[in-house]
């Protein structure tokens, strides 16, 4: 394709690929390896240059160019504005920036171009914020109305921090090259980006989420410490968060909303994340599933015969860290070995990223007695283990779509999890067309040991039912989970949103 | 640091009139001591020598010898006072006092090297016929007076206001002393009087800031790489000394005004005699200032930027923002208050006082006029005060620009209108930097809170 665009699809990734290994990163480097026939061009938007050891990609041949931003190192401060102490609060300047304010958070989609936002004569220009006597007119009448019991000095940086990166992504949005269409796999500044991207380059926007960005921020802010937050104990509702910290919770949701109200698709994972988004602002119609998928072929052969015996094994493939709850793992092998003998219990995965965290689980180990039962295998290649293994377990706290299940599946192997992100639906189904019936194994509730080794307990001695979970398995990830379909599909959407 | 906000905030609690009128007396005193000792000793001395230095107009040439030293210095340091001062300043907030004696010998070399083989071509060249002596003396003197001055603004600056006092009396005390006791050499006696009086204050001043800051180095030249944002203070404070001697300088060396006493110096008798005598009223304005700007206005200052500092509320911070304004208003009009009775008495008594001091009633219309100048230039100084204390230094040059321009264009003027006018011209003058001041300094506190949070790169 050889025309005046400079590429087909321009990917906004933030804190991703290609300079960031992890879930996401993969599946876009799936993306672009999986379409030849589309030139990529990506920029990328990270926190600071420092905070990155460069790619950890090899780029595909089809990718055009890499633009990297940096959006906290400050680099694009703009200059000062002229003599604007003598210009006093001006009227026009303040009603631009309250109208641009409003349109932000109601998700007008007419909010002032990338180009006005660059411009630092223009009412909204970042110049005007900061330096303005209308733009502290308005924050200070913002303060009086939203903050009173607030610190000042807290709010007004904070308020300056979270909105500084709009102009800079102004910026990077005027200056992009032009393309067929935009798409990014999060919300968030990307999210942002794409929506200045599609209406100044009156191309369109594809929003794929893999987790959920606002959701994902909230978590982040409440345990974030570099807020500072000025309650004391007399401040009894302990379950209320602070003003600062709901002003950022804000800023990301103003940023999805304006990312659904610009974005056609709107792509989730799987349907609690596609409630979410619309409950989050997403026009429903514009909503779609489409889920990750494996490479079936890679596990085809691993499959055991259906009538050979089924391992004594409980196994859990993930990183040793607090969100995966590999203590409530050890409790449910703990119940689940007092009624299976034989019951061996693996956890495979690094230990290294949080040592202190696993260190507690060796305790809690030693505590229960378990030595003889669980065991730390650390980082096993999946197509190494995966055949000694009777039931995949995951027992998170918090997931998307985990893709061990599915590699479990295509391998034959059903699981048992507890129910968070997609699990209930690759386990018991999304009774959509496109998925089939059955039971793939069993989903337990968060934290209930007694729940996750009941299910292990019955799949592991009761044969029908073992072997009717393999068939659900394979059969749902070979007609729902294929990488091929996959990108099949995303290929038919990026076609339809050019033409 | 001994808090001279603090000592005045007791004095004057003491609820009574007389308790009130002793907390006055004090701010008066250490704030204009060093002001008025010097310029009291040197009357004095031209008075206790009148008769025994024969003839007596050696008595002059001293006298204008010592003022043109005077000026020359004040003005030749005047920036540095200011930038050394902030710095030493900022090294104390950072708690490194170990920099203070160190930087200050780095810059007093670099500062005194130039000005010293200045001073002495000056010397060789301009007057000739002078003996040697009275020419070594003046090139000490003039090296002497810079270190008096930068380091009496540097004590200030750091509240030592009592030892200040304490150290001028024990130096214009040798003055006199030495003086009276070097009469017989003439005019170099006398010079050499005050020449070892300013030793003694470089010394007990040296010996103070030593004292409270110990060194661990004698030498430190760090000083001239933190003052990219204050370069603005160089300007400020030479303008502002240029602009309170300007007149001066324009009467001496005007040939209607002036004569030339010795060398290349002249002095105006008609104007500097009631000039020095208007100085002398500023004490009750000096202490009035003093107390409203060391205690009131920067008891206001610290609560603003503690709670700005502190995450207080919006309204809080505003209501201390009107604290300071109201502070500031305080000290303009207590400023203006007592200078204008000093003034009323001064106009009422003037027939009385001059010919008690051996000076010609003539004088007293001179004398009132020069008075209200000098009110006025305690208003600007105010001013300046307020917008160093809030670090808007582009404002004070502006202003000391103006006075500097204003009393020399006025005083010029003044000579040129005849006798009469003489001392309107630096009034006027000193009247138009206020009216540039006072607006200025209005504008900087009604918006310091836009300009405490939005200004800040």
Redesign the interface.
């Given at each position: 394709m050889t025309d005046a665009f400079a590429v087909d699809i321009l990917l906004l990734l933030e804190g991703t690929y290609p300079y960031v290994k992890g879930g996401v990163s993969s599946w876009v480097h799936e993306i672009i390896r999986g379409m030849p026939q589309f030139r990529f061009g990506i920029v990328f938007l990270g926190s600071r240059e420092s905070d990155y050891a460069g790619w950890r990609y090899e780029l595909p041949t089809n990718v055009a160019f890499v633009q990297s931003h940096f959006l906290f190192d400050a680099v694009s401060t703009p200059p000062k504005l002229p003599c604007r102490r003598d210009r006093g609060p001006s009227p026009t300047i303040e009603a631009a920036l309250r109208e641009f304010h409003e349109k932000l958070q109601t998700a007008c989609p007419d909010i002032p171009s990338s180009r006005q936002l660059a411009d630092p004569a223009s009412p909204v220009g970042h110049g005007m914020f900061l330096d303005s006597d209308s733009a502290w007119q308005y924050l200070t009448e913002r303060y009086e109305t939203s903050a009173l019991a607030e610190s000042f000095v807290d709010y007004f940086w904070t308020v300056r921090n979270l909105h500084a990166p709009l102009w800079i992504l102004g910026q990077i949005a005027a200056k992009v090259p032009p393309a067929r269409l935009f798409f990014s796999p999060s919300t968030g500044y990307a999210g942002l980006l794409g929506a200045m991207c599609s209406q100044q380059g009156n191309a369109p926007y594809v929003l794929m989420e893999h987790g959920i960005y606002t959701r994902e921020r909230r978590i982040d802010m409440m345990k974030a410490e570099w807020i500072r937050d000025h309650r004391n104990f007399l401040q009894t509702d302990q379950g209320e968060i602070s003003h600062l910290r709901s002003l950022w919770v804000q800023f990301f949701e103003t940023a999805s909303r304006q990312s659904y109200s610009k974005a056609n698709p709107v792509i989730s994972l799987f349907d609690r994340a596609r409630r979410q988004q619309i409950a989050d602002g997403a026009d429903e119609a514009r909503t779609r599933i489409i889920p990750n998928g494996v490479e079936i072929e890679r596990f085809r052969g691993l499959r055991r015969a259906l009538d050979a015996p089924v391992p004594q094994v409980m196994a859990l493939i993930g990183r040793v860290v607090p969100i995966k709850d590999i203590k409530n793992f050890i409790r449910a092998a703990a119940i689940a070995g007092q009624k299976l003998p034989h019951l061996q219990a693996w956890i495979i995965g690094p230990t290294e990223e949080d040592p202190p965290y696993a260190d507690e689980c060796r305790e809690l180990v030693q505590s229960l007695g378990l030595e003889n039962i669980v065991q730390f295998l650390g980082f096993r290649r999946v197509e190494d283990v995966l055949p000694g293994i009777g039931v995949n377990v995951l027992s998170s706290v918090s997931e998307g779509l985990p893709l061990s299940v599915l590699e479990g599946f295509a391998a034959g192997i059903p699981a048992v999890t507890t129910d968070v992100g997609a699990c209930r639906e690759m386990l018991e189904g999304s009774g959509r067309d496109d998925d089939v019936s059955g039971v793939a194994g069993g989903v337990a509730g968060l934290a209930d040991p007694d729940g996750l080794a009941s299910h292990i307990v019955s799949l592991l001695s009761d044969p029908q039912r073992y072997r009717e979970a393999v068939e659900t398995a394979i059969a749902r990830v070979e007609k729902r989970y294929d990488r091929l379909t996959m990108l099949a599909t995303f290929e038919r959407i990026f076609r339809e949103a050019m033409d | 640091m001994a808090g001279i906000g603090f000592e005045l905030r007791r004095l004057s609690q003491s609820q009574t009139y007389f308790g009130l009128l002793r907390a006055y007396a004090y701010a008066g005193i250490v704030s204009s001591g060093p002001w008025v000792l010097s310029i009291a000793a040197i009357l004095m001395l031209g008075m206790l020598s009148i008769g025994l230095v024969i003839p007596s107009v050696q008595i002059t040439r001293f006298q204008v010898s010592v003022t043109w030293l005077i000026a020359l210095s004040l003005i030749y340091t005047g920036g540095f006072q200011l930038i050394y001062t902030r710095y030493v300043a900022d090294r104390l907030f950072e708690r490194r006092p170990d920099c203070v004696v160190p930087n200050l010998t780095g810059a007093l070399l670099v500062l005194l090297l130039p000005a010293s083989v200045m001073v002495s071509i000056a010397m060789l060249v301009w007057f000739p016929g002078t003996s040697a002596a009275y020419r070594l003396l003046m090139i000490t003197g003039f090296v002497l007076l810079c270190m008096v001055w930068v380091l009496t603004v540097l004590l200030s600056g750091l509240k030592q206001f009592r030892a200040v006092l304490l150290i001028y009396l024990l130096g214009y005390g040798s003055v006199l002393l030495v003086a009276l006791w070097w009469r017989p050499y003439g005019m170099e006696g006398l010079l050499g009087g005050f020449v070892v009086g300013q030793l003694v204050l470089v010394l007990g001043m040296a010996r103070l800031v030593w004292q409270e800051y110990p060194p661990t180095r004698l030498v430190g030249m760090d000083f001239f790489r933190h003052q990219q944002n204050r370069l603005w203070l160089i300007p400020a404070g030479i303008l502002f000394n240029a602009g309170v001697w300007v007149d001066k300088f324009i009467f001496w060396l005007s040939p209607g005004t002036g004569d030339r006493i010795i060398g290349v110096l002249y002095s105006s008798v008609i104007y500097d005699t009631p000039t020095f005598l208007a100085y002398l009223t500023i004490v009750p304005g000096m202490a009035v200032f003093l107390f409203r700007m060391e205690v009131d206005f920067v008891h206001a200052y610290d609560r603003y930027f503690n709670l700005?500092?502190?995450?207080?509320?919006?309204?809080a911070?505003e209501e201390q923002r009107r604290e300071m304004v109201i502070a500031a208003r305080h000290g303009i009009r207590d400023i203006l208050g007592t200078q204008g009775l000093t003034l009323l008495v001064l106009i009422a008594f003037a027939r009385v006082i001059l010919p008690a001091l051996g000076i010609s009633v003539l004088y007293s219309g001179q004398l009132a006029i020069i008075s209200l100048g000098v009110m006025l230039q305690l208003l600007v100084m105010a001013a300046l005060n307020i917008l160093f204390y809030l670090d808007d230094l582009r404002e004070t040059v502006v202003i000391t620009a103006v006075m500097l321009v204003a009393n020399a264009v006025c005083s010029w003027i003044s000579i040129a209108l005849g006798p009469y006018f003489y001392g309107y011209g630096f009034a006027c003058g000193m009247l138009i930097a206020t009216v540039v001041a006072l607006p200025l300094v209005n504008r900087r506190l009604s918006r310091l809170?836009?300009e405490t949070?939005?200004?800040t790169?």
């Amino acid at each position: 394709m050889t025309d005046a665009f400079a590429v087909d699809i321009l990917l906004l990734l933030e804190g991703t690929y290609p300079y960031v290994k992890g879930g996401v990163s993969s599946w876009v480097h799936e993306i672009i390896r999986g379409m030849p026939q589309f030139r990529f061009g990506i920029v990328f938007l990270g926190s600071r240059e420092s905070d990155y050891a460069g790619w950890r990609y090899e780029l595909p041949t089809n990718v055009a160019f890499v633009q990297s931003h940096f959006l906290f190192d400050a680099v694009s401060t703009p200059p000062k504005l002229p003599c604007r102490r003598d210009r006093g609060p001006s009227p026009t300047i303040e009603a631009a920036l309250r109208e641009f304010h409003e349109k932000l958070q109601t998700a007008c989609p007419d909010i002032p171009s990338s180009r006005q936002l660059a411009d630092p004569a223009s009412p909204v220009g970042h110049g005007m914020f900061l330096d303005s006597d209308s733009a502290w007119q308005y924050l200070t009448e913002r303060y009086e109305t939203s903050a009173l019991a607030e610190s000042f000095v807290d709010y007004f940086w904070t308020v300056r921090n979270l909105h500084a990166p709009l102009w800079i992504l102004g910026q990077i949005a005027a200056k992009v090259p032009p393309a067929r269409l935009f798409f990014s796999p999060s919300t968030g500044y990307a999210g942002l980006l794409g929506a200045m991207c599609s209406q100044q380059g009156n191309a369109p926007y594809v929003l794929m989420e893999h987790g959920i960005y606002t959701r994902e921020r909230r978590i982040d802010m409440m345990k974030a410490e570099w807020i500072r937050d000025h309650r004391n104990f007399l401040q009894t509702d302990q379950g209320e968060i602070s003003h600062l910290r709901s002003l950022w919770v804000q800023f990301f949701e103003t940023a999805s909303r304006q990312s659904y109200s610009k974005a056609n698709p709107v792509i989730s994972l799987f349907d609690r994340a596609r409630r979410q988004q619309i409950a989050d602002g997403a026009d429903e119609a514009r909503t779609r599933i489409i889920p990750n998928g494996v490479e079936i072929e890679r596990f085809r052969g691993l499959r055991r015969a259906l009538d050979a015996p089924v391992p004594q094994v409980m196994a859990l493939i993930g990183r040793v860290v607090p969100i995966k709850d590999i203590k409530n793992f050890i409790r449910a092998a703990a119940i689940a070995g007092q009624k299976l003998p034989h019951l061996q219990a693996w956890i495979i995965g690094p230990t290294e990223e949080d040592p202190p965290y696993a260190d507690e689980c060796r305790e809690l180990v030693q505590s229960l007695g378990l030595e003889n039962i669980v065991q730390f295998l650390g980082f096993r290649r999946v197509e190494d283990v995966l055949p000694g293994i009777g039931v995949n377990v995951l027992s998170s706290v918090s997931e998307g779509l985990p893709l061990s299940v599915l590699e479990g599946f295509a391998a034959g192997i059903p699981a048992v999890t507890t129910d968070v992100g997609a699990c209930r639906e690759m386990l018991e189904g999304s009774g959509r067309d496109d998925d089939v019936s059955g039971v793939a194994g069993g989903v337990a509730g968060l934290a209930d040991p007694d729940g996750l080794a009941s299910h292990i307990v019955s799949l592991l001695s009761d044969p029908q039912r073992y072997r009717e979970a393999v068939e659900t398995a394979i059969a749902r990830v070979e007609k729902r989970y294929d990488r091929l379909t996959m990108l099949a599909t995303f290929e038919r959407i990026f076609r339809e949103a050019m033409d | 640091m001994a808090g001279i906000g603090f000592e005045l905030r007791r004095l004057s609690q003491s609820q009574t009139y007389f308790g009130l009128l002793r907390a006055y007396a004090y701010a008066g005193i250490v704030s204009s001591g060093p002001w008025v000792l010097s310029i009291a000793a040197i009357l004095m001395l031209g008075m206790l020598s009148i008769g025994l230095v024969i003839p007596s107009v050696q008595i002059t040439r001293f006298q204008v010898s010592v003022t043109w030293l005077i000026a020359l210095s004040l003005i030749y340091t005047g920036g540095f006072q200011l930038i050394y001062t902030r710095y030493v300043a900022d090294r104390l907030f950072e708690r490194r006092p170990d920099c203070v004696v160190p930087n200050l010998t780095g810059a007093l070399l670099v500062l005194l090297l130039p000005a010293s083989v200045m001073v002495s071509i000056a010397m060789l060249v301009w007057f000739p016929g002078t003996s040697a002596a009275y020419r070594l003396l003046m090139i000490t003197g003039f090296v002497l007076l810079c270190m008096v001055w930068v380091l009496t603004v540097l004590l200030s600056g750091l509240k030592q206001f009592r030892a200040v006092l304490l150290i001028y009396l024990l130096g214009y005390g040798s003055v006199l002393l030495v003086a009276l006791w070097w009469r017989p050499y003439g005019m170099e006696g006398l010079l050499g009087g005050f020449v070892v009086g300013q030793l003694v204050l470089v010394l007990g001043m040296a010996r103070l800031v030593w004292q409270e800051y110990p060194p661990t180095r004698l030498v430190g030249m760090d000083f001239f790489r933190h003052q990219q944002n204050r370069l603005w203070l160089i300007p400020a404070g030479i303008l502002f000394n240029a602009g309170v001697w300007v007149d001066k300088f324009i009467f001496w060396l005007s040939p209607g005004t002036g004569d030339r006493i010795i060398g290349v110096l002249y002095s105006s008798v008609i104007y500097d005699t009631p000039t020095f005598l208007a100085y002398l009223t500023i004490v009750p304005g000096m202490a009035v200032f003093l107390f409203r700007m060391e205690v009131d206005f920067v008891h206001a200052y610290d609560r603003y930027f503690n709670l700005v500092r502190s995450g207080g509320t919006l309204p809080a911070i505003e209501e201390q923002r009107r604290e300071m304004v109201i502070a500031a208003r305080h000290g303009i009009r207590d400023i203006l208050g007592t200078q204008g009775l000093t003034l009323l008495v001064l106009i009422a008594f003037a027939r009385v006082i001059l010919p008690a001091l051996g000076i010609s009633v003539l004088y007293s219309g001179q004398l009132a006029i020069i008075s209200l100048g000098v009110m006025l230039q305690l208003l600007v100084m105010a001013a300046l005060n307020i917008l160093f204390y809030l670090d808007d230094l582009r404002e004070t040059v502006v202003i000391t620009a103006v006075m500097l321009v204003a009393n020399a264009v006025c005083s010029w003027i003044s000579i040129a209108l005849g006798p009469y006018f003489y001392g309107y011209g630096f009034a006027c003058g000193m009247l138009i930097a206020t009216v540039v001041a006072l607006p200025l300094v209005n504008r900087r506190l009604s918006r310091l809170n836009y300009e405490t949070f939005m200004h800040t790169r």
